[in-house]
């Protein structure tokens, strides 16, 4: 019966639990909420808080009022039949895992043997023992009981469930617990019938099925249900806690308890569950019978109750009991998205003022000005092994290569360069230079030159190639805000770059001017005797445009 009972309460658990384990609730409480915090632990919130100490304070929580419905039995020397119970509790937790439980349960428990017995093989004394007192070895009985059994509880409650590092707070609580019981137990016995006198059992084994429930089924027929005698107690001791007999004599024992319990949360106040105690007192008289002198065998409490607790306590200044919170909670919420982390300011140094930072930059040590790419590495356009900034011819053919230190190939110089060469050495540069006007270039938006812009640099070339005497001073305009003036700079830049790459003229012939008052969509071409920088650094690097 009791091995049906147990398999019974395991599908019990397994049907309540199916899919629960994979629900998830909420991150949980505000951390930020110091409402919630004792003032003994204010302090401590404090320092957290000011990023001056790592953890957070505990914050008060919400203390749980179970009620319990449910079976006691008894597993001993005599069959048990199925009592009931009642019960209530207060759990209040100690951290998220453990926790104290404290309550009464009461209980009426009956059992009812399947054997006939003989008397002289029972230990004590007519005196104590009612079986021996009303029957004799010619006469015997059939062993039963009642008792009725009060029994006061505190236990430490340890929940498997509150941890996890892959959900939010526990839907579940799988909990086992164990610690001291108090039991106060009215244990008596029916051994006698009508007109108080002893029962004949012995017509109940004569004849008829032996099987064990039609042997019960007889004795239940017989017996009246009187349980007029109370039990003997070997060995042990009987307390009248009452005013009065009627309450009659109580068998006190302190007794160890322990088990283990689910329960599943449909609020944040009230969760349902499924209990199993056992209660053992280290004596054998619970079932009203010592079956052999000696023995080391002692009766064991069973009492499988449900459920059902309710969280007491204000919402507004405490969290829920702390074994529905996972502790993990802020630690996981603040590596997803950080909150209370004091995080170190950013510092992106750029030695070298080339625009890439030194953390990324392959060239740190790059003179100022020089023109790099993305990581920081000096360009070398023409791909001879000199930077630009270096290169003093910068778009050498590869079948001039190898090139010298200056990044001039190795080709023989035509004849037409070296007489304009000494026509050049010959010509002195006067005070007057009569390029002639120089056409504008107009920009839509940003640096980049469209094709109307690249014919007009086209024709200003030419005119330029043609008065080899002249500086050719290069103006942009824009000088309201630092966007303003990296814009300017940009577009003067691409205006050389263009007519030194594209159109062969010298480098050296361009004054970089920008940044002047002036219509900021519009480049300035000059000719002029004057001398300037024919490159110059980007004021604002960061707010360069591609």
Not at 26 to 32: H, K, L, P
Not at 36 to 63: C, G, H, V, W
């Amino acid at each position: 019966m009791a091995s049906k009972k147990y398999i019974l309460i395991l599908g019990f658990i397994c049907l309540f639990t199916s899919g629960a384990f994979a629900q998830q609730s909420e991150a949980g409480y505000d951390w930020r909420d110091s409402s919630k915090i004792p003032t003994r632990l204010m302090p401590q919130q404090s320092e957290f808080l000011n990023n001056q100490f790592p953890y957070p304070a505990q914050p008060r929580d919400q203390f749980e009022i179970g009620l319990s419905g449910g079976v006691g039995l008894i597993i001993g020397d005599i069959s048990p039949a199925f009592g009931y119970g009642f019960g209530i509790s207060g759990r209040k937790s100690i951290n998220h895992m453990f926790s104290i439980r404290g309550g009464y349960i009461g209980s009426i428990m009956k059992g009812l043997d399947y054997r006939i017995r003989n008397p002289n093989t029972i230990p004590g004394s007519p005196v104590e023992n009612p079986w021996i007192a009303n029957y004799t070895a010619n006469n015997r009985f059939v062993a039963n009981y009642n008792n009725k059994a009060h029994q006061g509880h505190v236990e430490l409650v340890a929940s498997l469930l509150s941890t996890s590092y892959f959900r939010g707070n526990p839907k579940n609580d799988l909990y086992l617990y164990g610690g001291y019981s108090f039991l106060s137990m009215d244990v008596d016995v029916n051994a006698r019938g009508a007109n108080n006198q002893p029962y004949t059992f012995a017509p109940i084994f004569a004849s008829g099925s032996q099987k064990r429930k039609d042997i019960r089924s007889r004795l239940n027929d017989l017996l009246d249900d009187s349980y007029e005698s109370n039990a003997a107690v070997l060995n042990g001791n009987r307390g009248n806690i009452g005013v009065t007999e009627k309450y009659g004599r109580q068998l006190q024992r302190h007794a160890v308890s322990g088990g283990a319990g689910f329960s599943h949360k449909f609020s944040k106040r009230i969760n349902i569950g499924i209990d199993q105690r056992f209660t053992y007192a280290f004596d054998d008289n619970i079932d009203g019978i010592t079956a052999i002198t000696g023995s080391n065998a002692k009766d064991l409490i069973s009492y499988t109750s449900l459920r059902m607790n309710i969280n007491m306590g204000s919402a507004a200044k405490r969290v829920e009991p702390l074994w529905w919170l996972n502790p993990n909670n802020f630690v996981y919420n603040e590596i997803n998205k950080p909150q209370h982390m004091k995080l170190p300011t950013q510092v992106l140094p750029d030695a070298d003022g080339d625009g890439v930072t030194d953390q990324f930059d392959m060239e740190p040590n790059t003179p100022q000005g020089a023109p790099v790419d993305v990581r920081g590495v000096s360009k070398d356009t023409d791909g001879d092994g000199v930077p630009d900034y270096k290169d003093k011819e910068l778009l050498t053919s590869q079948k001039c290569f190898p090139v010298d230190a200056d990044g001039v190939g190795n080709c023989p110089e035509p004849a037409c360069c070296t007489e304009l060469r000494d026509m050049m050495k010959n010509y002195k540069t006067t005070s007057d230079c009569n390029i002639g006007n120089l056409p504008s270039i107009q920009f839509k938006r940003g640096s980049a030159l469209n094709s109307a812009a690249e014919a007009v640099l086209n024709s200003a070339a030419s005119m330029i190639k043609a008065n080899p005497g002249c500086k050719i001073k290069v103006t942009g305009y824009g000088a309201t805000t630092k966007s303003a003036q990296q814009l300017s700079w940009d577009r003067v830049n691409a205006v050389i770059k263009y007519l030194v790459e594209s159109q062969g003229i010298s480098g050296d012939r361009f004054i970089f001017s920008y940044g002047t008052d002036g219509d900021p969509a519009t480049v300035d071409l000059m000719g002029t005797t004057e001398e300037g920088p024919n490159t110059v650094p980007a004021p604002h690097p960061n707010l360069q445009r591609n």
